[in-house]
């Protein structure tokens, strides 16, 4: 049976299936979302039953865009990207998941991504238009030191920047260049320090934008935001280098988009702009937590694209996509594998889907209010 008629198989089963399937009740689930036109933090509680229920939203700041939670789930930063560039930090109260304002930091430039060390200790900060990267000390109480201990220039557009799960290696795709910068993280003293070698040469004009690390640590998956495709990536366990294995496109055969351009690059000078309607705009990808299925949006035909993971090459096999909300640029999956949560920048809509755990399959559950310019997800979950 081909990968299509098994995502078909696999839709109609979940069509047909009653949610949940006799899987154990998840303990206060909560969903964030940012509203980057609004500046502020929409809170919601994810029930078991996969509705949402919303909460009150926190103030943040404009353009409020990427977030992190620490690995201890006690607190939520955000980063906002309007003067003066700044972190704001958030407890987490594990009970309701209501968010408590408890500090604001400045940050070295406009960041469209933060991510924290696997100790909590430390925020990665990935510039796309400062082309550099920055690392901040956290406190054990959140707060976030208002001082860098680096800022490092590198190529152009840096677009995301994540830690492997020995928290000894650090990845900063960038789009610009079409390379992995690979780094070699001292926890101590929360320093980066180039690998050898400093980068991974990507086929150009393909964009590396974001990019997960599989929960074995064995390999990297990388989204490539003007062609969305995602390439596999083998990770030395010894050397942190990352060595290309394949590639999967996450778009349907009959795609009529065509490849994109970096958004905000340079055009000929006295040239109309160049019409983007029909580009290739690929923005997030995720891991569900067993492994076993990606998912992968793209922002001009708001979908989100699923693969199968086989888990001993890590090759993708593309399934299927589903319709989602407008211009996803944000989701994420919940601790436990069994829903995904969507926004759409266009929209003011989140959605909700249930994951099948066999096919892979998302089922559309509801769809709940939210603020303008929604654009990233987080999801915590207490036992």
């Known amino acids: 049976m081909s990968a299509f008629a098994n995502w078909t198989r696999g839709v109609t089963v979940a069509m047909v299936m009653t949610l949940g399937g006799g899987a154990p009740a998840a303990a206060a689930t909560f969903v964030y979302v940012s509203n980057a036109e609004d500046g502020d933090i929409g809170t919601y509680r994810l029930l078991d039953s996969g509705e949402l229920q919303p909460g009150p939203r926190v103030a943040a700041a404009k353009v409020v865009m990427p977030m992190s ?9 955000a980063a906002s990207r ?56 956290v406190g054990a109480d ?20 994540r830690v492997d799960n020995t928290n000894r290696f650090v990845y900063v795709p960038h789009l610009g260049t079409d390379q992995i910068f690979q780094f070699v993280f001292d926890e101590k003293l929360g320093r980066l320090a180039s690998n050898t070698p400093a980068v991974v040469q990507m086929k150009p004009m393909t964009g590396p934008r974001h990019l997960v690390v599989s929960s074995d ?23 942190g280098l990352l ?4 590639s999967a496109s996450a778009l349907p055969a009959d795609t009529k988009l065509v490849p994109g351009a970096p958004r905000g690059a340079v055009g000929v000078p006295g040239a109309p702009p160049r019409n983007t309607d029909n580009d290739i705009w690929a923005a997030d990808l995720h891991l569900t937590p067993n492994g076993r299925f990606l998912y992968a949006s793209e922002r001009t035909s708001s979908t989100l694209a699923a693969f199968a993971v086989d888990a001993q090459s890590g090759k993708l096999t593309y399934l299927g996509s589903t319709p989602t909300e407008r211009q996803p640029r944000g989701f994420a999956i919940d601790p436990k594998g069994r829903f995904l949560v969507a926004s759409g920048e266009k929209s003011d809509t989140i959605s909700v889907y249930a994951i099948d755990p066999a096919s892979g399959a998302l089922r559309p559950l509801q769809k709940y209010p939210t603020g303008k310019g929604s654009n990233w997800v987080e999801i915590v979950s207490f036992d």
Do not use: C, M, W
């Open 69 to 77: 939670v620490s690995p201890d789930r006690r607190f939520l930063f």
């Open 82 to 137: 309007s003067k003066p560039f700044s972190v704001h930090v958030y407890s987490i109260d594990p009970g309701t998941g209501a968010l408590k304002p408890l500090s604001t930091s400045p940050l070295a430039d406009s960041f469209p991504y933060i991510s924290l060390d696997r100790a909590g200790r430390h925020l990665f900060s990935a510039s796309y238009g400062g082309h550099l990267v920055s690392v901040n000390a």
């Open 142 to 161: 959140g707060r976030v030191a208002a001082e860098p201990l680096q800022v490092i220039p590198t190529g152009r557009n840096a677009h995301a920047i």
């Open 217 to 239: 640590n064995r390999f990297v998956y990388l989204l490539n935001e003007l062609v969305a495709t995602v390439t596999t990536l083998a990770l030395d366990p010894k050397t």
């Open 243 to 246: 060595t290309e294995v394949s």
